[in-house]
């Protein structure tokens, strides 16, 4: 049985930092590619990033590029969002998702964000302050 769980969200200044983690078990995880995608109240789900962990590529919206990073440690099963420079605007629920497969979407190619994914989090909640 497929299992992800997010950690790590909370409430910071605009401007500060937080790391999220997701754990996931039940499937290969060295073969897969793992997404971050975001939804604030509101607003529709998008996207953040993902990472192949079987090629070290990753990806990012533009909204995010050079704040959030995102990498995995294959041995503990984790992948992580690092979270720098903080806005208000990234205020939201934060989830990591995964596709059925290892044959899932293609980090380095601009559909990954509308690929189906089969797996979810639970989300954290991230709150920044001004």
């Known amino acids: 049985e497929v299992q992800v769980v997010e950690s790590g969200g909370g409430s910071v200044q605009a401007g500060g930092s937080l790391r999220l983690s997701c754990t996931a078990s039940g499937f290969a995880f060295d073969d897969y590619v793992i997404a971050w995608f975001r939804q604030a109240p509101g607003k529709e789900r998008e996207g953040v990033g993902c990472?192949?962990?079987?090629?070290?590529?990753?990806n990012y919206v533009d909204s995010v590029k050079g704040r959030l990073t995102i990498s995995s440690d294959n041995a503990k099963r984790t992948t992580y969002l690092q979270m720098n420079s903080l806005k208000p605007e990234d205020t939201a629920v934060y989830y990591c998702?995964?596709?059925?497969?290892?044959?899932?979407?293609?980090?380095?190619?601009?559909?990954?964000?509308?690929?189906?994914?089969?797996?979810w989090g639970q989300g954290t909640q991230v709150t920044v302050s001004s």
């Open positions: 998702a995964l596709p059925s497969s290892q044959f899932g979407p293609i980090c380095g190619a601009p559909g990954w964000a509308g690929f189906i994914y089969a797996y």
């Open positions: 990472i192949s962990n079987s090629e070290d590529i990753t």
